[in-house]
Nanobody, 123 residues
Framework: QVQLVESGGGLVQAGGSLRLSCAAS????????MAWFRQAPGKERESVAA????????YDADAVKGRFTISRDNAKNTVYLQMNSLKPEDTALYYC????????????????WGQGTQVTVSS
């Protein structure tokens, strides 16, 4: 069992930065693939980025490539999403998720979810 708690969201002007954190409980955090998803109002939840237990990363949202960086600290049971050069279209509720095995873009493959943290980017 893994419990996930996101933090770090907020209101920021376009061009600014935020770092989201996701703290996980459970002894086996290091064995999970961790991912960030986001959901904007009226839109489907989309995969943003994922990182395996070995540290391999993938970015599924073309719009964030080069601006967002996912990382993890297994000693702290925490995964991060550094978001730079934020745009109004990045406004969404950002979720942390965990699964065993390889990362996928499908939210249904992830077994554990946080409650989400709101990111709002003003123009």
């Amino acid at each position: 069992q893994v419990q996930l708690v996101e933090s770090g969201g907020g209101l920021v002007q376009a061009g600014g930065s935020l770092r989201l954190s996701c703290a996980a409980s459970g002894r086996t955090f290091s064995s999970y693939t961790m991912a960030w998803f986001r959901q904007a109002p009226g839109k489907e939840r989309e995969s943003v980025a994922a990182i395996t237990w070995l540290g391999s990363v993938r970015y599924d949202a073309d719009a964030v490539k080069g601006r967002f960086t996912i990382s993890r600290d297994n000693a702290k049971n925490t995964v991060y999403l550094q978001m730079n050069s934020l745009k109004p279209e990045d406004t969404a509720l950002y979720y942390c998720a965990a699964k065993i095995g390889s990362p996928t873009m499908n939210s249904y493959d992830y077994s554990y979810w946080g409650q989400g943290t709101q990111v709002t980017v003003s123009s």
